[in-house]
């Protein structure tokens, strides 16, 4: 049985990389949250007087547990030479986890691509909200669909234009994916809409007389006709909010109404969210203030105009990228940039002085390259990335919605259901009546080799055995009994109590 703790070895020219066991342990951002995550939340609920909500705080347990071997795992063998591997659990959650967001963005992407979007030209629209609206959002999740379907009928109708089809003609079609957050872990509100053939892609799809859909681009927008469908959804998306309440008008003004402040979340999560999208202080001795900033870089004068992107009072919409019908793995990388994860280990990191340093991917035009925060501080950002529990962050919109008629004519057949068609095709005629071939998930281990071209399914000791799953391990006993024999620590890292905060 091999000792994950081994350090990789380097595979020779020629040979396939072999997966070694990512260590959440030693970096920085697990150190953090392993010894300030109770501090926070005591502090938190102290501050407020209410609860934080339930799936914040299971959010940092799960993530304190999240490739831990000694919280269990799978034991993979290889059939031929007997090699044994050890594969820790992961937490599969939504909010700040490194690793479970990246296999998420790989997955999604690998989806989207395979199984979803047509071999149609993509074109990419990005909504981006003023401060108030997304943090309206934030605190209220469910009128995020109303926003998509005034978004979607704006586009939809604007490519019926340009394709010179009526509004029973022509069938678009879209995915939205929403991102929460920016490179300063803010929360940040975004709408990202890949339009692809007929679903707001970049046109849309006619069916003929016999049923057989056709697809038919639409032309390029230009600036002026992206800064009109700027103020048109600007001016439905106010209608719809102020028909349901949450804005008012009142003498030519146009303001939120007062939230609703009963409730726990109101008093814990909401304060939570609007600092992280305003880049504030939510509790503790700074509350209120912004977070400090460090300038690596120099000042970057004001960009000019780009194209295709309108900006009108707070509101921006941009659509200058778009993919190529057949530029499958331009989108799939398109894909994998919009559902990255929130954060990355290595952006991560403590000054001398103890606090928190945030790498930003790209400086800001002031010439700012990181945040700075006490660890206290970096804790309200984590919670604040937490996503509610079934709150949808991938919509499918037109000819992808699940449900619509043309979605099987359209959508492509990925690897998993083409070996799947094939199979029912070997069995009788009577039974493949009903088989129904599905796209099943992507295994991890084929999206290691899709994405990095690591070798997780054959041996890395003798090369040419597969390697199978021949247990679950999650019995305490037997978790320290094998680690222990391999030399590995059985016991998984301790966690910190809360302490007193430090009045700066």
Known sequence: MQAVGQPSRRAPDGAPLHYERHRPEQTTLYRLVQQHAASFIAHTEADTGAELPRFIKDEFDAFLECGILAHGFLRLRCGDCGHDKLLAFSCKRRGFCPSCGARRMSQTAAHLVDHVIPHVPVRQWVLSLPIPLRVLLAAQPELVTSVLQVVQRVVARHLLRQTGLATDEGHGGAVTLIQRFGSAAN?????????????????????DADGVPSFIEASEPSDDELHALLQTVIARLMKMLTRRGVLVEDMGQTYLAEPHADGEQA???????????????????????????????MPREDRVRQPLCADIDGFSLHAAVRVDAHARKRLEQLCRYITRPALSDERVQLNAAGQVELKLKTPWRDGTTHLVMSPLEFMQRLAALVPRPRLHLIRFHGVLAPNAKLRSLVVPQGPEVQ????????????????VQARPHRISWARLLKRVFDIDMQHCPNCRSGELKIIAAILERPVIEKILSHLGLDPQPPPRDRAREVRQD
């Open 187 to 207: 929360l940040n509100i975004h709408l990202h809409c890949l339009h692809l053939h007929c679903l707001v892609l970049d046109g849309v799809y006619r069916c």
């Open 419 to 434: 070996e799947q068609t094939a199979e029912v095709a070997a069995v009788s005629e009577c039974e493949s009546e009903t």
């Open 267 to 297: 008093r814990t999560l909401r304060p939570l969210q609007a600092a992280a999208i305003t880049y504030r202080i939510a509790f503790g001795p700074r509350a209120g203030q912004k977070v400090l900033t460090l300038r690596g870089a």
